[in-house]
């Protein structure tokens, strides 16, 4: 819910007269370490095949 909140900030953001920079780029790295986090989550509950 977090990761699709901050995906519509940054949208909202970027498109805004006078968008501040810093900000957009802050949000999008937070939302791509929260994507990294849900990947991580899945994959352990995804079982090793290779075991």
Known sequence: MEH???DA???QLATAIGRD???L???KKR????KDHIARLES???PDLDA
Do not use: H, N, S, W
Not at 31 to 34: D, P
């Open 25 to 27: 780029t802050r949000l």
């Open 44 to 46: 352990k509950l995804i």
């Open 9 to 11: 900030a940054i949208e």
């Open 31 to 34: 939302k791509l370490l929260l």
């Open 21 to 23: 920079e810093l900000q």
């Open 4 to 6: 699709r909140d901050l």
